[in-house]
């Protein structure tokens, strides 16, 4: 057991660029999370996986968002012409499934600065 | 919806032990979670409570009064480690699809 591991662990992109994140979580963990964080705030909810499939999205994720689960183990995240307001942490987190959902296991995320 | 209310700061000295409360608002409640998080670092799960009552892990203790829609995490013998952010966390009323995290507690523990 590795943990959740997420790609890039920082990434610093120019206004208007489209950036990918990755998540590898948990292998035996067939729930997949997705959050961001600002600085001095709590994790806000983007979107929830069920193996492959997106069963939940935030209003917060408009459609410059989306991600996907294409065989229900590593997932993507890609953020399509980037503005400075989404300069953030996203984190990824997973959980087994089967009622032990209240116990997330967080990546250490990946830091996106947009200049 | 749901918000969640916690002190953004607390200071305490190393050994001592010391309270973060957490008050929420739920238009449903299922239980309370609690993080930590070391600046940089990924939030890791501390404990859950479903139900009224204080539970003990180690040095952490969480406590839960469902009808005040009020917890707190209880820190004993404070160590120099334990200076992070806490977070508490609330899910939906009916499925753990996802939680709502408040703003975060910042502990700083002195010498």
């Known amino acids: 057991d590795t943990g959740v591991s997420q790609d890039p662990r920082h990434k610093i992109t120019k206004r208007g660029q489209n950036v990918t994140f990755r998540c590898d979580p948990i292998s035996e963990h067939n729930r997949l999370y997705w959050y961001r964080q600002t600085l001095g705030q709590g994790p806000e909810f983007l979107t929830y996986?069920?193996?492959?499939?997106?069963?939940?999205k935030s209003r917060l994720l408009s459609d410059r968002f989306s991600a996907e689960r294409p065989k229900g183990s590593f997932s993507t995240l890609e953020i399509q012409r980037t503005e400075q307001g989404d300069s953030a942490m996203y984190l990824c987190?997973?959980?087994?499934?089967?009622?032990?959902?209240?116990?997330?296991?967080f990546g250490s995320g990946t830091r996106l600065t947009v200049v | 919806g749901q918000s969640l209310e916690q002190p953004s700061e607390v200071t305490a000295v190393e050994g001592a032990i010391v309270q973060i409360n957490c008050t929420y608002q739920?238009?449903?409640?299922?239980?309370l979670s609690w993080y930590q998080q070391h600046d940089g670092g990924a939030p890791t799960f501390l404990s859950y409570?479903?139900?009224?009552g204080l539970e003990e892990t180690g040095r952490f203790s969480s406590f839960l009064s469902r009808s005040d829609s009020y917890g707190y995490l209880l820190l004993q013998e404070l160590q120099m480690k334990d200076s992070a952010s806490y977070f508490c966390?609330?899910?939906?009323?009916?499925?753990?699809?996802?939680?709502?995290f408040g703003s975060g507690t910042k502990l700083n523990v002195k010498p």
């Open positions: 966390a609330v899910p939906p009323p009916d499925n753990f699809n996802k939680f709502y």
């Open positions: 987190a997973s959980t087994q499934g089967g009622g032990n959902d209240y116990g997330y296991t």
């Open positions: 739920t238009s449903g409640f299922y239980g």
């Open positions: 996986f069920q193996n492959e499939a997106q069963l939940e």
């Open positions: 409570n479903a139900l009224d």
